[in-house]
């Protein structure tokens, strides 16, 4: 008998026995569970053995996690790990209590426990969600699971992005031979080399480059990781641009690449600003350089642009120079990830810089840009546009509506102030995150069916879009606020949320949209969307798992909540491999410099072919 199994025995017959004897052989697994976790530590695996299947052999099974494998982690102090002078990781021993704003109410899983039946039950649903996609969309992006046929995003070409996508959530909750099916096909079938269509750098990353670095983070498959190389390489052309600032859609068989109208000019702020926690994260498990290089230069870059708001961009820039490009400013789609890399960089790397560009951000948007209600019943963040500047002149004009892609921001304000710690600035952030979710919670108990519009009035939260599209932003902030108080006020609402998904959107196949959340009645919208797995169904699963499942100390999440591990733990747990954040770049900061003689060419040669025109994008954006 291997030990896991013993131990899974012993317990159970240790809850079993009487108290005096249950509290002796407590103590005797804990020890044992200690000397395992050590033991783990010391060999560089962290949290379970490492897998061994070898890609593309579908006859080896899954000899990963057993199905209770969170009891099996003991909670050892998680201390920061040094990185340099800085530290990474984020330390909440102490901080718990000091972010609490009343008493928590009594309850079986206040310290953190694992809701074993709430927590089954998503694992239920998500194993609904993929068995559809198996079904009826295999080899595909997408399960349009009331027509029961797939769907892609490409012009009928595919990256496999709800497989890929699906990965970590697969392995984190247990679902070994559906991991094991969607591992080798990413393995066998996913290819860059003939995509012909324009796809997007952003989306691509997140959901590409994220969910196979999240899936070797825990996997420790070094194919997955050869792939996301693979993916990375053909990406990088993007940042081929006079001041570093990456297209957004490239070619990845031609290497060249485009704004949204076929020209060479204009980027998002999240499409440029959300590539650095992957590609930084990919420099220092590969040993290479260029990804950090390439992406980190965006944000020094931006650091020249002069700012009309300490710490604010507007929602698009310019590949040509370093200038403002509008006066639009918010925290949704166009811009959302941004700000939340940042924090994030931090977290991961432990270096100090990407917290102050954080501080200087977070600050002017809750100072700037978070309204409270004119009935004083809650705060939204809506888009704000502004005029003149900071020497006294500055207009803020806010607009009425509040996006449901900005409820991510609840649990970035909440990180972000527990991470501080303590202090005025650190209480400030966290009560805004507080009350964002708390109106992200709002939209949904105020419809019909429990599920919130994807764009509502921020006045009255009345949806003016009343379309759901199986969005995650809300529940993340739930698992954040949960994780955080221990308040089980977030897991009932997160409950309430999982159980409108099953009366209203679940189908034969998988589960759909909504077209208005105010009727009961409402015509589905006929798709899967690939972060419903990647997202949405992990944060619930999360929020009712224990917190040793995916502990917030060792990981952040990326914007399509796929797990990194911070420096000091995971795959990067050796100091001693991390490749140094770069000192200085090629092109000094604040310059601009050339689109390369080969870009140019590859330029030319797309333009004579007609290949510029039109963009075959069947996503629904993160941003």
Known sequence: MELPEALIRLRNRVLRSGKSVRTALLIALALIGGAMSLWRLSSGLLFRPPLKTPAGNPDVQYQGLPPDWPLLIPRLPSPLIPVGRARAGLNLSNLRRLHRTAPIRPSNHSKGEADIEHRDKIREMALHAWSGYEKAAWGHDDLLPISQKPHDWYAGMTLLNTPVDSLDTLFIMGLKDQYVRAKNLVLQQLSFANMTQRISVFETTIRIIGGLLGAYDLDGDPALLAKCVELADRLLPAFDTANGFPLNFLNTSSGVAFDYYGGFRGVGLAAMGTLQLEFQYLTDVTGNAVYAEKALYVYEQMQAVPQKVPGLFSDWLNTENLEYAGSSFQIGG??????????????????????????????????????????????????????????????????????????????????????????????????????????????????????????????????????????????????????????????????EIAMSLEKYCRSELGFHGLVDVQSTDSEPIDKQESFFIAETLKYLFLLFSSDDVIPLEKFVFNTEAHPLSVRGHGRRSDPGKFVPLPPKYRVPVGTIGKVSAVMEGRRKIEIASGNILGLSLGLTSEA
């Open 334 to 495: 166009m811009a959302d990830s941004y700000y939340e890399y940042l924090l994030k960089m931090w977290l991961s790397t432990g270096d100090k810089k990407y917290f102050e560009y954080f501080k200087t951000a977070a600050n002017s948007i809750v100072d700037l840009m978070v309204v409270k209600s004119k009935d004083m019943s809650h705060v939204y963040i809506p888009t704000a546009d502004l005029s003149g500047d900071t020497d006294g002149s500055l207009e803020v004009a806010h607009r009425s509506t509040f996006p449901h892609l900005a409820c991510f921001s609840g649990g970035m304000f909440a990180l972000g102030g527990m991470a501080l710690g303590k202090g005025p600035i650190s209480k400030k952030w966290f009560e805004t995150g507080k009350e964002v979710t708390e109106t992200c919670w709002k939209m949904y108990e105020i419809t019909q069916t429990g599920l919130a519009g994807d764009l509502v009035d921020g006045e009255s939260l009345i949806p003016t879009d009343g379309s759901y599209k199986l969005r995650p932003e809300a529940v993340e902030s739930l698992f954040y606020m949960w994780r955080f108080t221990h308040d089980p006020i977030y897991r009932q609402r997160g409950w």
